[in-house]
Structures are given as structure tokens and as C-alpha cells.
């Protein structure tokens, strides 16, 4: 299967996208892309890896038995050698993420690794990968995912990931 598609509302389907987007990460984690794009016009600190139950603790075991946060995943992306794009919007909402992902990249001397650019007019939505393209109308925030109506697109085809990455490429690029 190369395409998978997601229709979710604030009642139907939600746990399935938090587990696609657990199952995206953590596979970054294991194995980065050179690259990594998260474009989303609005974007949160949202809870990525449940780990209350210690079951991720092989990828982090200074995490303990909590909730991870995207913050967290994104710099151990980059302590594993992954390298981040991540394209927002210019919008106050964003600020609180963007300034704990600064600061914590700072603090494991990952900042290097990690490009953010805020842009007036976005409305773009995807995480790109060397392996996988989610797309669709979803914000990276609690709202996208826990209560919005949403359509999510997960495809994992070379042609769609280097479509994508041509035009992330074109479009942002040149920005960061």
C-alpha cells in the first residue's frame, strides 16, 4: 500500500492519526532522513510518544514513564543525525513552540541541525520524509489533531516523496 487516508473528527478516528504520527516518529528517530520537513501553518508542543508504560524507553530512557512531546522527538531526531526544516506561519500561536525547541536544541548542542522559517501566507500542511509524505488539512496542534474535522493523507511512494520534495524544495527553500 502506498497511500493511506484518514478521515477524522473530534469523535471518530482521532486515536489513529496520534498513532500514525507516533509510528512516523519514532521510525525518524531510528532511522533520520537526511532531511525532515514539518510545514504547518500553526504548530504545537503536542504529546507525540505515550510512554507512560516504559515501551519506548529503548529509544530514550531518560524520558521515563510520561508523555513525550514533539520538542523532545524533533532534537532526538537530530542527536540520532537527522536534519530539520520546519516551515510556520508568522502567527503568536507558534512563538512558545518554536522558542522550547530553540532552547532545547541549544542545550543538547543540536541547534545546527534544525532550519526555522516563518512565513506571512502559509497554508500548506505536511511532514516529509526520505520515506513517507503526511499531508492534508491538519495543523501540527492539539485543535488538528484531538478536535478538528480533518482529512490526513499518509503516502509512502517514491514518486509522491519526491514530488513533494521538489516542491518543498522550491517553495521554502530558498528561505531557510
Do not use: C
Not at 38 to 59: A, C, L, R
Not at 104 to 126: A, F, M, P, W, Y
Request: no cysteine; aromatic share 10%; glycine share 4%.
Amino acid at each position: 500500500m502506498s497511500q493511506r487516508r484518514i478521515f477524522k473528527s473530534k469523535a471518530y478516528r482521532k486515536q489513529e492519526i496520534k498513532d500514525v504520527l507516533k509510528s512516523l516518529f519514532v521510525s525518524e528517530i531510528i532511522q533520520p532522513s537526511p532531511i525532515l520537513w514539518i510545514v504547518s501553518p500553526w504548530i504545537s508542543d503536542i504529546e507525540i510518544i505515550d510512554n507512560t508504560s516504559g515501551n519506548f524507553d529503548f529509544i530514550e530512557p531518560a524520558w521515563g514513564n510520561r508523555n513525550v512531546y514533539l520538542s523532545e522527538v524533533i532534537v532526538k531526531i537530530m542527536l540520532n543525525g537527522g536534519r530539520i526544516n520546519i516551515v510556520t506561519s508568522n502567527d503568536e500561536h507558534n512563538n512558545s513552540f518554536l522558542k522550547k525547541l530553540t532552547k532545547l536544541s541549544k542545550s543538547k548542542d543540536v541547534l545546527q541541525n534544525i532550519r526555522i522559517e516563518k512565513v506571512e501566507k502559509l497554508h500548506t500542511k505536511g511532514i516529509l520524509s526520505n520515506s513517507f509524505y503526511l499531508h492534508g488539512s491538519m495543523n501540527i496542534t492539539f485543535n488538528g489533531i484531538d478536535i478538528n474535522d480533518e482529512q490526513i493523507n499518509l503516502e509512502t511512494s517514491k514518486e509522491s516523496i519526491a514530488d513533494a520534495s521538489l516542491a518543498f524544495k522550491k517553495f521554502y527553500e530558498g528561505m531557510l
